[in-house]
């Protein structure tokens, strides 16, 4: 894999991470539920939520799935909105 590769996945991947925090955040907002209730729920230690929604960290698909779940919502939903925040910051 040559270094320019490397570096578009890289990006892409942490465009994909800040994308599913902005919508983890805003379904957390519509629900009225705190981020650390959520992490609980999710099973995620005192800061394990906090390193993903601030890029610290990426987000793998399991933890996704849990935190859709912790928060009552299909992971496919919510998935459908990571997808359009990407497609609204890329100008679609």
């Known amino acids: 894999m040559s270094t320019t590769t490397a570096t578009v996945e890289a990006l ?3 465009a994909v991470n800040a994308a599913a925090a902005r919508a983890i955040r805003d379904v957390l907002r519509e629900l009225g ?3 650390n209730e959520c992490a609980i729920a999710a099973g995620f230690g005192p ?3 906090s390193q993903r929604m601030t890029g610290k960290r990426s987000f793998s698909l399991a933890e996704f799935v849990d935190i859709a779940s912790a928060l009552g ?3 496919p939903d919510l998935m459908d ?3 359009s925040i990407l497609d609204e910051e890329a100008g679609r």
Do not use: I, K, M, W
Request: charged fraction near 40%; glycine fraction near 0%; hydrophobic fraction near 55%.
């Open 47 to 49: 800061d394990e939520l």
């Open 81 to 83: 909105r990571v997808l």
């Open 33 to 35: 539920v705190r981020q």
């Open 12 to 14: 892409a991947d942490a």
């Open 73 to 75: 919502v299909r992971a």
